[in-house]
């Protein structure tokens, strides 16, 4: 589009404390860099209230029963599960629950105090200060936030029987704190703007004197090198005018903090896709009051997410998954949870849920200052409201160590659950090379914006259970394409390599083919590369939804988790040898022949994959 210029996206006082005993083990540990500074000791005779999430079964063969439902070679290939077997799939199991209940009762927290949740993943009661200590051999603290100077509870680490710690996912409160005092009149700082798209305007402002209109007039004239619209993307890939659109089929997108304008939409589709209807939007499925669309609240990444998938799969619908009030979006900083927990029950009442010191609070509590009817969400939070769609589209994360592992590792066991059910989830690897919007990692783990340090890839693109995407830009030619390098901007792809997941089997045999033909000095060889495959989010997944159309009028399944399909199929993608990522003081990676960590796979060829799909069953 013309505003992308030559882009295109691809893809807590003293009290006794008993110290860890032998048999106790470290379960979890706070990590660094949280926005948290303690303060004082917490009092011991305060009643605080206490989940304990029960480890979910089987979690440890999810993968395997993923990928043998995703290989094209495996007599399972897409048979999905429903979300009620996945449920009971993973469910915790009677010995943990009895278990772990058993324990509490032994440590003096007798059976009548505490009950199980009803999706029986999390046992509930309350406990004093002193007791939680004791419990968990840790040190209660009251923490100070550093953005909204409110008051927090929890500790920087805690223990369990070694026989216990297998049964325990988590407890709360302990290094995930819980909030004792409200919200002041603070702003967060927004340093790390979710946001992927290459021009965007500061959140929840409309751009002065910047209409829709002036980005894109004259866009269908003009060179795709100059102006990417929806022909050159049709052109380039091969991408068919949609003809169908199957009832369940729509395609999903997700936007958080950042809104669309009709107007806008309007004059963009006249200019580029005279095809799509005025008036076309997505159908509105707000999360926890999220709500759209909102003139005053214009952003650039809804409008680009829009402008390209609806046009790329018009006449089939879209679904947009807005995310989150006004109100908690200026105040949380973790990514991804609420969105989850609307389309999974489970992940709600067992899977990890919500980090009370990252994740928006509901019902929200604070005042709605903006007059919007999305600034504040007074309800309880959704769990399971919506039946996810078969693709959804994300072009927004963070960097993967601003949270930590266990944070990530809670949400990426999720993304498995929903390929198993058959979701394609498409996210955008970022837009700063190997950098995370400039933040690279230092020694103590901690983010630093000085241009120099370890690599930050960004998550959830680098968790091995979804599609990441990098970016590509067209050639003068405007029939070629190279890894996109805007250096006034420091725009360069994202992807590189996960500190945190290993490489899995269906990407094994070509990451050790790139690291022994060009090995890079950043990289210790096991671990999972990112991205997948080259093209924009919204692009890539407008491909897979037109795919899926075509699979079901055939009377087959939805492709769902489509990574092992993609790497036993490199000939469906147009090879990418020229550009690189660079970022942190370095030239990152560079593209080269075959799988690389700056364009995956390379670009789709959309006739090839619709070829390879179209023959499995």
Same mark, same amino acid.
């Given at each position: 589009?013309?505003?992308?210029?030559?882009?295109?996206?691809?893809?807590?006082?003293?009290?006794?404390?008993?110290?860890?005993?032998?048999?106790?083990?470290?379960?979890?540990?706070?990590?660094?860099?949280?926005?948290?500074?303690?303060?004082?000791?917490?009092?011991?005779?305060?009643?605080?209230?206490?989940?304990?999430?029960?480890?979910?079964?089987?979690?440890?063969?999810?993968?395997?029963?993923?990928?043998?439902?995703?290989?094209?070679?495996?007599?399972?290939?897409?048979?999905?599960?429903?979300?009620?077997?996945?449920?009971?799939?993973?469910?915790?199991?009677?010995?943990?629950?009895?278990?772990?209940?058993?324990?509490?009762?032994?440590?003096?927290?007798?059976?009548?105090?505490?009950?199980?949740?009803?999706?029986?993943?999390?046992?509930?009661?309350?406990?004093?200060?002193?007791?939680?200590?004791?419990?968990?051999?840790?040190?209660?603290?009251?923490?100070?936030?550093?953005?909204?100077?409110?008051?927090?509870?929890?500790?920087?680490?805690?223990?369990?029987?070694?026989?216990?710690?297998?049964?325990?996912?988590?407890?709360?409160?302990?290094?995930?704190?819980?909030?004792?005092?409200?919200?002041?009149?603070?702003?967060?700082?927004?340093?790390?703007?979710?946001?992927?798209?290459?021009?965007?305007?500061?959140?929840?402002?409309?751009?002065?004197?910047?209409?829709?209109?002036?980005?894109?007039?004259?866009?269908?004239?003009?060179?795709?090198?100059?102006?990417?619209?929806?022909?050159?993307?049709?052109?380039?890939?091969?991408?068919?005018?949609?003809?169908?659109?199957?009832?369940?089929?729509?395609?999903?997108?997700?936007?958080?903090?950042?809104?669309?304008?009709?107007?806008?939409?309007?004059?963009?589709?006249?200019?580029?896709?005279?095809?799509?209807?005025?008036?076309?939007?997505?159908?509105?499925?707000?999360?926890?009051?999220?709500?759209?669309?909102?003139?005053?609240?214009?952003?650039?990444?809804?409008?680009?997410?829009?402008?390209?998938?609806?046009?790329?799969?018009?006449?089939?619908?879209?679904?947009?998954?807005?995310?989150?009030?006004?109100?908690?979006?200026?105040?949380?900083?973790?990514?991804?949870?609420?969105?989850?927990?609307?389309?999974?029950?489970?992940?709600?009442?067992?899977?990890?849920?919500?980090?009370?010191?990252?994740?928006?609070?509901?019902?929200?509590?604070?005042?709605?200052?903006?007059?919007?009817?999305?600034?504040?969400?007074?309800?309880?939070?959704?769990?399971?409201?919506?039946?996810?769609?078969?693709?959804?589209?994300?072009?927004?994360?963070?960097?993967?160590?601003?949270?930590?592992?266990?944070?990530?590792?809670?949400?990426?066991?999720?993304?498995?659950?929903?390929?198993?059910?058959?979701?394609?989830?498409?996210?955008?690897?970022?837009?700063?090379?190997?950098?995370?919007?400039?933040?690279?990692?230092?020694?103590?783990?901690?983010?630093?914006?000085?241009?120099?340090?370890?690599?930050?890839?960004?998550?959830?693109?680098?968790?091995?259970?979804?599609?990441?995407?990098?970016?590509?830009?067209?050639?003068?030619?405007?029939?070629?394409?190279?890894?996109?390098?805007?250096?006034?901007?420091?725009?360069?792809?994202?992807?590189?390599?996960?500190?945190?997941?290993?490489?899995?089997?269906?990407?094994?045999?070509?990451?050790? #083919?790139?690291? %022994?033909? /060009?090995?890079?000095?950043?990289?210790? =060889?096991?671990?999972? &590369? @990112?991205? *997948?495959? !080259? +093209?924009?989010?919204?692009?890539?997944?407008?491909?897979?939804?037109?795919?899926?159309?075509?699979?079901?009028?055939?009377?087959?399944?939805?492709?769902?988790?489509?990574?092992?399909?993609?790497?036993? #199929?490199?000939? %469906?993608? /147009?090879?990418?040898?020229?550009?690189? =990522?660079?970022?942190? &003081? @370095?030239? *990152?990676? !560079? +593209?080269?022949?075959?799988?690389?960590?700056?364009?995956?796979?390379?670009?789709?060829?959309?006739?090839?994959?619709?070829?390879?799909?179209?023959?499995?069953?």
């Amino acid at each position: 589009m013309y505003f992308l210029r030559s882009t295109i996206l691809a893809l807590a006082v003293g009290t006794s404390f008993a110290s860890p005993t032998p048999r106790h083990i470290r379960h979890e540990k706070r990590a660094s860099g949280d926005q948290l500074i303690k303060r004082s000791r917490a009092d011991p005779s305060l009643q605080l209230p206490v989940r304990i999430a029960l480890a979910q079964n089987n979690l440890d063969h999810g993968g395997d029963r993923l990928l043998d439902i995703s290989d094209p070679r495996s007599a399972n290939f897409g048979k999905h599960l429903s979300s009620e077997e996945v449920g009971d799939l993973f469910r915790p199991s009677s010995e943990s629950i009895s278990t772990v209940r058993h324990w509490l009762h032994d440590s003096g927290i007798e059976l009548e105090r505490h009950n199980v949740t009803v999706g029986k993943g999390w046992l509930k009661f309350y406990a004093s200060v002193g007791e939680l200590e004791n419990l968990l051999s840790a040190k209660y603290h009251v923490y100070e936030h550093l953005n909204t100077e409110e008051a927090h509870i929890g500790c920087d680490e805690y223990h369990l029987p070694s026989e216990i710690a297998p049964h325990v996912d988590f407890v709360t409160p302990s290094v995930s704190t819980i909030r004792l005092g409200s919200k002041k009149d603070l702003k967060k700082k927004r340093g790390e703007v979710k946001s992927f798209s290459p021009a965007s305007f500061p959140p929840h402002t409309k751009p002065a004197g910047i209409s829709a209109s002036s980005l894109v007039e004259g866009a269908a004239e003009v060179p795709c090198y100059t102006a990417v619209t929806t022909d050159c993307l049709r052109n380039l890939y091969g991408i068919p005018l949609g003809t169908s659109n199957a009832t369940g089929n729509e395609i999903g997108i997700f936007e958080s903090g950042d809104y669309y304008d009709q107007e806008d939409l309007d004059l963009t589709f006249a200019a580029i896709a005279s095809y799509v209807p005025q008036g076309s939007h997505p159908t509105l499925k707000g999360i926890d009051g999220g709500y759209a669309p909102m003139e005053d609240y214009v952003g650039v990444e809804s409008l680009l997410d829009m402008t390209l998938i609806i046009p790329l799969v018009y006449p089939q619908k879209s679904i947009l998954y807005q995310v989150d009030d006004l109100h908690e979006l200026e105040f949380a900083e973790g990514f991804g949870n609420t969105f989850l927990d609307a389309l999974d029950a489970s992940y709600c009442t067992f899977e990890g849920g919500d980090d009370p010191n990252l994740d928006p609070q509901y019902p929200d509590t604070g005042k709605n200052e903006t007059g919007q009817p999305a600034g504040i969400w007074n309800q309880t939070e959704m769990c399971g409201t919506y039946t996810p769609t078969n693709v959804i589209s994300v072009s927004y994360g963070l960097g993967e160590n601003i949270h930590s592992r266990f944070y990530w590792n809670r949400q990426c066991q999720e993304y498995m659950k929903l390929g198993l059910q058959g979701v394609s989830v498409i996210y955008a690897s970022g837009d700063s090379g190997v950098s995370n919007r400039g933040a690279c990692i230092s020694p103590n783990g901690t983010h630093n914006y000085d241009d120099t340090g370890a690599f930050s890839p960004s998550f959830p693109a680098s968790c091995p259970w979804l599609t990441s995407v990098g970016a590509t830009q067209f050639n003068d030619d405007d029939k070629t394409e190279t890894a996109v390098g805007v250096p006034e901007e420091a725009y360069y792809s994202g992807g590189g390599f996960s500190n945190y997941w290993p490489a899995p089997s269906y990407q094994e045999a070509t990451v050790a #083919n790139y690291l %022994a033909t /060009t090995p890079p000095p950043y990289n210790n =060889n096991t671990v999972y &590369g @990112t991205p *997948g495959t !080259s +093209a924009s989010a919204p692009i890539f997944a407008s491909i897979i939804n037109l795919i899926n159309e075509e699979r079901l009028a055939a009377g087959k399944s939805v492709v769902g988790f489509i990574n092992p399909t993609l790497y036993q #199929n490199p000939d %469906a993608f /147009t090879d990418i040898t020229t550009g690189s =990522n660079p970022g942190c &003081g @370095t030239d *990152g990676f !560079s +593209a080269v022949k075959g799988w690389d960590p700056v364009t995956g796979l390379g670009t789709p060829i959309f006739d090839k994959l619709l070829a390879v799909f179209m023959a499995l069953p």
